[in-house]
């Protein structure tokens, strides 16, 4: 299965930087290409919890929808398209 892996350095607790970047609604601020995300399942992100957003590609706004597969919080949440 292809996909990709994103690192950068913040000077925040591992915690604090997951609860940033799993929040549906700082995905703009986090990915260039997206537009939007919605978090369509209820409580805290977890394994199961499923997504929809919306992408710039081509000058075209595409919708996807993901879930995470599995949760090693605070390290990492993949996911499945």
Known sequence: MT???MSEWVARPPKEVFDFISAS???P???Q???NMVK???GPPRV???YRETRLMSGRNNKLSWKSSN????RN???KM
Request: glycine share 8%.
């Open 48 to 50: 199961g919890t499923r």
């Open 3 to 5: 996909g990709f892996n």
């Open 77 to 79: 949440m993949p996911c």
């Open 40 to 42: 369509l399942t209820e």
């Open 71 to 74: 949760s090693s919080r605070p």
């Open 33 to 35: 290409s997206v537009t």
């Open 25 to 27: 609604e700082n995905a």
């Open 29 to 31: 601020k986090i990915v």
